[in-house]
């Protein structure tokens, strides 16, 4: 039997986000006994040509919510990307996880051939639904997972792979 597309995208957003949320709030608890100024992390950068921490956060949930919202051609929902603080960041997080739960698996599911178009500056990107989940969204997602956990590991926080995993 096959893998349902909705079992393949809204369970490892959730999950995903759900451990980004997670790695924020070591974060911030980290900043606290520390003395940091929480700007410090939420604006750290690996390298000066990277986005800094909100901006990973932003694009791991932008990432979520446009896939689940082309696939199931939903209406798009817009966030501002005006976020600076921990608790600005884990509200978006809350956000899209409400948007993801929200949706129906029957419209995602049955969607793996479906012409899917991400547009771009410069352009579209014709997919189908699979190839759209397989090689964009998911390693897309993952990529700002982990930037996000980098930027926090380099700074100091106490993380680690099982916090990344979500706890297992």
Sequence with gaps: MATALY???VPLFVRGLTALSGLLDKGAAFAAERGIDPATLTGAQLIADMKPLTAQVQFACDTAKGTVTRLGELEPV?????EQTFAELQARIARTIALLEAV????IDGREDAAVVLKVPGGEIPFTGRSHVLTFALPNFYFHLTTAYALLRQ???PVGKIDF???I
């Design 155 to 157: 700074a100091g926080v």
């Design 165 to 167: 995993l979500g706890g």
């Design 104 to 107: 129906p698996h029957e419209k």
């Design 7 to 9: 079992d393949l995208t």
């Design 78 to 82: 817009a966030m501002a990307d005006t």
